[in-house]
């Protein structure tokens, strides 16, 4: 058991935005930017197709189902390796302004005596993620992963994340216990000793699998940001989530400075730094009186 990657609560409050990946931070589904075609799936409608047909036949999850494509579709291609996927995840396209976002989000919060902690958490694969040029922004990323052997091929699934496995990973972010592994995150935590509760947390995603997740951050004060694709302009599903409580807010997923998100974003800050100060307040007059 690796228990070197738990946090303690700090002196200085700490935001955690949480993202998904695919139409989040990136136009589409990172295995049809290059990946697909690779294996000879020029329309990635079959792909998806062919998944969805074997989840139900099977009984199997549809993240599993999709990795087993994904592995068996590059038999007599080429070798399933770690590199070649982080290869492919290179090349991923991302949305408008997210190579900087990160950097300037932390600066924002810096300001104004927050620490700002970025988060993916997703379902598609870890090792295209970890190949994108923003990898390094992230203080961890939860996603589907595989196992290799001592070559580097890819042999099994090593994780599986799915649309309700994801809650899981804000009770990890929230408590400081961020080895999946580590049954600590079942500990009962006080909550003025919670790492980053989840008032303190910002979930941004795009579609229904993001829901379990958006409803919990909202259910503890936190902020769900449903976000669609600025060149379509659909608002079809962000109109959707609000009207059933699911968001809070919806935005273009433009992350350039002075972009609706952005200021949106800011907003967030601006509130929490005022909010921690009051519930500094209200501890430190609760240990007093405990005394």
Avoid at 112 to 121: A, D, S
Avoid at 263 to 284: F, H, V
Wanted: aromatic share 12%; glycine share 6%; net charge negative.
């Amino acid at each position: 058991m690796h228990l070197n990657n738990r946090r303690s609560r700090e002196d200085r409050p700490v935001l955690a935005i949480c993202y998904d990946f695919d139409k989040t931070l990136s136009p589409d589904n990172m295995q049809a930017q290059g990946y697909l075609q690779a294996i000879n799936y020029e329309n990635q409608n079959e792909f998806w197709a062919q998944t969805n047909e074997m989840a139900c036949s099977h009984e199997m999850d549809s993240t599993l189902a999709w990795m087993y494509l994904m592995l068996t579709g590059a038999r007599g291609k080429e070798i399933f390796r770690r590199d070649m996927l982080e290869s492919y995840g290179s090349r991923v396209e991302l949305y408008d302004g997210v190579k900087d976002w990160f950097g300037r989000m932390r600066r924002y919060g810096e300001e104004r005596g927050i620490t700002v902690e970025h988060y993916i958490i997703s379902s598609g694969l870890r090792e295209m993620i970890e190949g994108t040029e923003v990898a390094g922004e992230f203080e961890k990323i939860y996603a589907s992963s595989f196992y290799y052997d001592e070559t580097g091929v890819a042999v099994w699934p090593a994780q599986v994340v799915n649309f309700t496995s994801k809650t899981q990973f804000l009770f990890r972010i929230s408590k400081g216990v961020l080895d999946i592994n580590d049954d600590a995150v079942n500990d009962y935590f006080p909550a003025d000793q919670m790492r980053i509760p989840f008032r303190n947390m910002v979930y941004i995603g795009d579609s229904d699998t993001d829901i379990p997740c958006m409803k919990l951050v909202n259910s503890y004060g936190g902020h769900s940001i449903g976000v669609y694709d600025p060149k379509t302009g659909s608002k079809d599903r962000v109109h959707k989530m609000i009207r059933e409580n699911r968001i809070r807010y919806f935005a273009p997923a433009d992350y350039t400075e002075g972009s609706e998100l952005d200021r949106l974003l800011q907003m967030i800050l601006d509130k929490t730094a005022a909010a921690e100060k009051l519930e500094e307040t209200y501890y430190s007059k609760l240990r007093e009186g405990a005394q």
